[in-house]
Nanobody, 119 residues
């Protein structure tokens, strides 16, 4: 079992920055990937950033060059640094951890944190 708690959301003006954190507890030994998703009202929950166990990262085109995902060495926390925020970045942001190996995975989710970009 893995338990996730997000923090760091809030209201920010366009062009501003926020840093989201996701505290991870439980069985972290078999983490395959850690990611951030977001969901705006009426939209699907979409992957925007992911970091794999080998350190490789991928980003959605909409956030590439503005957002950066990172983690601590102990796999206890994953971060999302968000810069040059735009109103279209407004959404609920969810932390995801995928645990397992060899194609046999289980996904865990945080409760979500609201990010609102508005003047």
């Amino acid at each position: 079992q893995v338990h996730l708690v997000e923090s760091g959301g809030g209201l920010v003006q366009p062009g501003g920055s926020l840093r989201l954190s996701c505290a991870i507890s439980g069985d972290v030994a078999r983490i395959y990937a850690m990611g951030w998703y977001r969901q705006a009202p009426g939209n699907t929950r979409d992957l925007i950033a992911i970091i794999f166990d080998n350190g490789r990262t991928n980003y959605a085109d909409s956030v590439k060059g503005r957002f950066a995902i990172s983690r601590d060495n102990a796999w206890n926390t994953v971060y999302l640094q968000m810069n040059t925020l735009k109103p279209e970045d407004t959404a609920v942001y969810y932390c995801n951890v995928r645990v397992g190996e060899d194609g046999n995975y289980v996904d865990y989710w945080g409760q979500g944190t609201q990010v609102t970009v508005s003047s």
